[in-house]
């Protein structure tokens, strides 16, 4: 049964969440606020977060912003705001996707089942990657050479996991954006190519002179 953290102040909207979620056969348990959250996480175990953006203690963008980097769970952010500005701001903070308040019981049920199962399709356990010195270990959730980690985010992690699961293959940033943030690309975001360039650094660290990643001009990116 899939274990889903609801991070919610609202005793009423956080009772009405565990409910459906249990009636659909999954394992709520309730956080009230930031902090309480990033201690239930540390405990793991959690497929999927529901994270409303008000909250006491800590806010939902710093419960984004303490868990990026690491192999956290898909997070969907609960908000009643839907503007450009605020979606792309959760996206870079590490939001997989968002459902803006008051929202269709249904609606939130199928994004909590698409992200279950991108999950299960990128999860951890499918086996190590390699290519030219490079290994991915999905187990570890990171890259390694020689035994050195690379140290990867969560989001760098997936873009190079999935150019080394299709190496033929040349990724646009609308490829990559859909496949990694599950979302529409907005063509002014230069979220892409902030990961990207930092993904690149890691590697270089690792093994300087060794070129992984290619830019395929007016095009997008694969493996080298």
């Known amino acids: 049964m899939e274990k889903i953290l ?10 009405m969440l565990c409910e459906l979620l249990t009636q659909n056969g999954y394992a709520p348990s309730a956080a009230y606020s930031g902090t ?16 409303d953006l008000m909250l006491p203690g800590k806010t939902g963008e710093e419960v984004l912003d303490a868990i990026r980097g690491h192999a956290a769970p898909p997070v969907i952010v609960l908000t009643a705001r839907t503007d450009k500005e605020t979606i792309v701001k959760l996206l870079r903070l590490g939001a997989d996707d968002y ?8 609606e939130l049920l199928a994004r909590i089942d698409v992200q279950l199962r991108r999950g299960a399709a990128q999860g951890p ?11 991915l270990d999905p187990d570890a959730y990171d890259a390694l050479a020689g035994g050195q980690k690379a140290g990867l985010s969560k989001r760098e992690f997936e873009i190079l996991r999935l150019m080394m699961t299709y190496p033929a293959k040349v990724f646009t940033k609308n490829n990559l954006y859909e496949s990694i943030w599950g979302g529409e690309f907005l063509g002014d975001d230069n979220t892409v190519n902030v990961h990207i360039s930092k993904l690149r650094a890691k590697l270089h660290a ?6 992984y990643i290619q830019t395929v001009w007016g095009i997008g990116f694969k493996i080298k």
């Open 6 to 15: 609801v991070v919610e102040d609202d005793v009423h909207i956080s009772q």
């Open 125 to 135: 356990g499918g086996g190590q990657l390699r290519h030219k010195d490079i290994t």
């Open 206 to 211: 690792i093994s300087p002179g060794v070129e």
């Open 36 to 51: 309480e959250a990033l201690l239930l996480m540390q405990r793991g175990g959690f497929s999927l977060i529901l994270l």
């Open 99 to 106: 459902i803006a308040k008051p929202f269709d019981n249904g």
